[in-house]
C-alpha cells in the first residue's frame, strides 16, 4: 500500500471492530502462491485505491486466493473508504489496533466457509 496515498486521505484511523480478522485474512491472501501484491485485490490492497474492492477476474486464480479476496471484499464493502484505508494501515503496520468488544467480531464460521 501507499503510504503517501493513506497519509494524503488524512491518515483515517477509525478502525471497524473486524479490523484484525480483516487483516489477518490480507496475510493469508499473501501468503497464497498466487497471492502475491494482493492477487485478485491488487488494486484495492497495493494500489491502495479504496474505491475499487472488486476482485481482478481476468486471470484465473487458485480457489483458495479467490475464496480469500471475495471474502475480504465481501467485509469491505460495507465499510466507509476511511475505515478500508485504516485497516490497509493497521495491516501495513502504520497503525495500531485498539481494544473492541468481540460481538462485532467476524465469527469463525465466516472465515471458514
Same mark, same amino acid.
Given at each position: 500500500?501507499?503510504?503517501?496515498?493513506?497519509?494524503?486521505? !488524512?491518515? *483515517?484511523?477509525? @478502525?471497524? *471492530?473486524?479490523?484484525?480478522?480483516?487483516?489477518?485474512?490480507?496475510?493469508?491472501?499473501?501468503?497464497?502462491? /498466487? &497471492? &502475491?501484491? !494482493?492477487g485478485?485485490?491488487?488494486?484495492?490492497?497495493?494500489?491502495?485505491?479504496?474505491?475499487?474492492?472488486? *476482485?481482478f477476474?481476468?486471470?484465473e486464480?487458485?480457489?483458495?486466493?479467490?475464496?480469500?479476496?471475495?471474502?475480504?471484499?465481501?467485509?469491505?464493502?460495507?465499510?466507509?473508504? /476511511?475505515?478500508?484505508?485504516?485497516?490497509?494501515?493497521?495491516?501495513? !503496520?502504520?497503525?495500531?489496533?485498539?481494544a473492541?468488544? /468481540?460481538?462485532?467480531? @467476524?465469527?469463525?464460521?465466516?472465515?471458514?466457509?
Amino acid at each position: 500500500m501507499c503510504n503517501a496515498c493513506w497519509v494524503d486521505r !488524512g491518515c *483515517p484511523s477509525e @478502525l471497524p *471492530p473486524t479490523a484484525a480478522e480483516l487483516v489477518t485474512l490480507i496475510q493469508q491472501l499473501y501468503a497464497q502462491p /498466487d &497471492g &502475491g501484491s !494482493g492477487g485478485p485485490l491488487h488494486v484495492f490492497l497495493d494500489d491502495f485505491n479504496v474505491d475499487h474492492i472488486e *476482485p481482478f477476474r481476468e486471470f484465473e486464480w487458485e480457489p483458495q486466493t479467490w475464496r480469500l479476496a471475495e471474502l475480504i471484499a465481501a467485509h469491505m464493502r460495507p465499510l466507509s473508504p /476511511d475505515q478500508r484505508a485504516a485497516v490497509l494501515a493497521l495491516w501495513e !503496520g502504520w497503525l495500531e489496533l485498539p481494544a473492541h468488544d /468481540d460481538e462485532h467480531r @467476524l465469527s469463525p464460521a465466516t472465515l471458514d466457509d
